[in-house]
């Protein structure tokens, strides 16, 4: 059920009861791990910390335009850089994928991945060497590689500047793959990956193939195998926060691509929905 906090009336974007119950154990314990030097609680509650991150990953406003009855920008920005860099947002983003896969019925660990890659702008912050030009796509801002499993999950996440080749973000994402989950054998990645890819998943016990375009095709049209990545790009983007690169740092990019992952596999495990 979407309930408000404190008596505030509720955003789309709240955690409902359920989902909250999902998620509190990994945030009681992590803050139970750091507690306050002066022995304060603080002023705001983590359950609110988390609805002004998923309202700010939904609506795409600035920090400074989170509305006032929700945490204030200094709060909200302190947890989100804290679970950023401790890994507490990845940690979070990997319970849900787990149970998103067992509701499913699938095991656990994934066995084969999709990899794929997407130009998006970046914003006028965002320093100049940490982002690029895109030569294929002539479009000027950053990259963000993902490997998802075959329903569409994300696994693995790297965003670089759009000069970098999809080799470069194959490769690393597929180290990334094979420390996070190594029961995975085999990948699926479209033309722009080429052989040193292929090369370099042999060496990690992975098989990377190739699916082309069937000759003569015109315009967009899903392809077998590859579909399901395409698909949860497409899907990320209803987070407006992704619609264009705002970050100063690429690390905080990809933070926000596993909160709008968590975010979505909640409505997922609680069948909940919001407004497009």
């Excluded at 022995?39 to 309202?55: D, S, T």
Aim: aromatic residues 6%; charged residues 25%.
């Amino acid at each position: 059920m979407l309930v408000g906090v404190d008596g505030r009336e509720p955003y789309p974007s709240d955690l409902s009861d359920e989902a909250w119950e999902l998620i509190r154990p990994v945030i009681t314990a992590w803050k139970g791990r750091h507690p306050s030097v002066s022995g304060h609680e603080g002023n705001y509650g983590m359950r609110e910390i988390v609805n002004a991150l998923l309202y700010q990953a939904r609506t795409g406003c600035q920090w400074r335009y989170l509305p006032h009855d929700l945490p204030p920008k200094s709060a909200v920005y302190y947890y989100f850089g804290l679970w950023r860099d401790d890994g507490t947002a990845e940690t979070i983003h990997e319970l849900l994928r787990c149970l998103a896969r067992e509701m499913r019925r699938r095991r656990e660990d994934p066995s084969a991945v999709v990899l794929d890659s997407q130009t998006v702008r970046a914003s006028v912050n965002a320093p100049k060497e940490t982002t690029g030009l895109d030569p294929g796509k002539r479009s000027p801002g950053r990259k963000r590689g993902i490997a998802t499993d075959v329903i569409g999950l994300v696994i693995a996440v790297i965003v670089v500047a759009a000069s970098v080749q999809d080799n470069a973000i194959g490769t690393t994402l597929l180290d990334k793959v094979a420390a996070s989950a190594p029961t995975v054998t085999k990948a699926w990645v479209d033309a722009g990956f080429k052989e040193v890819v292929v090369e370099h998943g042999a060496r990690l016990g992975i098989d990377v193939e190739s699916v082309q375009r069937e000759p003569g095709t015109k315009g967009f049209t899903p392809q077998p195998k590859r579909w399901v990545v395409e698909q949860t790009l497409g899907t990320l983007m209803l987070h407006r926060r992704l619609v264009r690169d705002y970050e100063t740092r690429p690390s905080s990019s990809a933070a926000w691509i596993h909160w709008s992952m968590t975010d979505l596999m909640l409505r997922r495990l609680t069948r909940t929905t919001t407004a497009t």
